[in-house]
């Protein structure tokens, strides 16, 4: 079956720079990926997702890679502000949506 | 567009017992996936629903179970509860169960189950 790794499992930056985390994936046939945010004692969010016939997205400043070969996808957030304190998922899927397999997180701290 | 609610918020049982948790997805959503999350194992899928049916199957026991009403609202049943089944129990709808560009799910704020 499907494995996704994620890492790092936490990481601090400075309000302004700029964050990154890397999943990988291991189900070749993996065709759709999302990202999900969440914030300490509430429910997961999508933030943004990317489907296997694209190599880019970006939506202000969040932009998800996704490098098939290779079988991995990334989050960067630039300009990160405190706000963007949470928990985030990466998570892959076959058939667009059929059986989600999260990565186990990556706490993400932006200090002021 | 009222989003995912869920009833219980808040859940405590003793091992041994059984419990039910319920799901109403976003009105027009069809398809309703359950989630457990734990702080040792993240975000595990248990089973997801789609026109009453079970359409996709995690790896738990058979103590976990699910329906789905016709309406869409979903119940999930746990039997025989154990000290690891205290999670947060998150369900996550969607408007079909596969489809091109109906992927995304929304999820609901969970019931914090704990076990004693």
């Given amino acids: 079956g499907e494995n996704v790794e994620q890492h790092p499992s936490t990481l601090s930056v400075q309000e302004g720079d700029s964050a990154v985390i890397k999943c990988t994936y291991s189900d070749s046939a993996s065709n759709y990926f999302p990202w999900y945010k969440q914030e300490l004692g509430k429910r997961p969010q999508l933030i943004i997702d990317i489907r296997s016939n694209v190599g880019e997205k970006k939506d202000q400043r969040i932009a998800v890679t996704l490098n098939k070969t290779a079988k ?9 502000q405190p706000e963007d304190s949470a928990v985030y998922f990466c998570a892959a899927s076959r ?8 990565g186990p997180g990556t706490r993400l701290s932006v200090l002021p | 567009k009222a989003g995912v609610t869920q009833t219980p918020r808040y859940l405590i049982k003793t091992r041994g017992q059984q419990v039910t ?5 976003i009105s027009g959503h069809r398809s309703v996936s359950w989630y457990q999350q734990t702080p040792g194992q993240g975000l595990q899928f248990l089973f997801e629903y ?28 746990v039997s025989t509860l154990e000290l690891g089944d205290s999670a ?12 091109w560009g109906q992927e995304t799910q929304y999820f609901g704020p969970g019931t914090r189950l704990l076990v004693l």
């Fill in chain 2, 88 to 99: 947060l129990y998150l369900c996550a709808s969607r408007r079909t169960w596969t489809a």
């Fill in chain 2, 21 to 25: 948790l319920s799901c109403s997805p």
């Fill in chain 1, 72 to 80: 991995h996808f990334s989050l960067h957030i630039t300009e990160t």
């Fill in chain 2, 50 to 77: 789609f026109s009453e049916t079970q359409r996709n199957k995690g790896n738990f026991p058979g103590r976990f179970s699910g329906r789905q009403f016709s309406n869409s609202r979903s119940e999930m049943n």
């Fill in chain 1, 95 to 102: 058939n667009y949506g059929q059986n989600f397999v999260f």
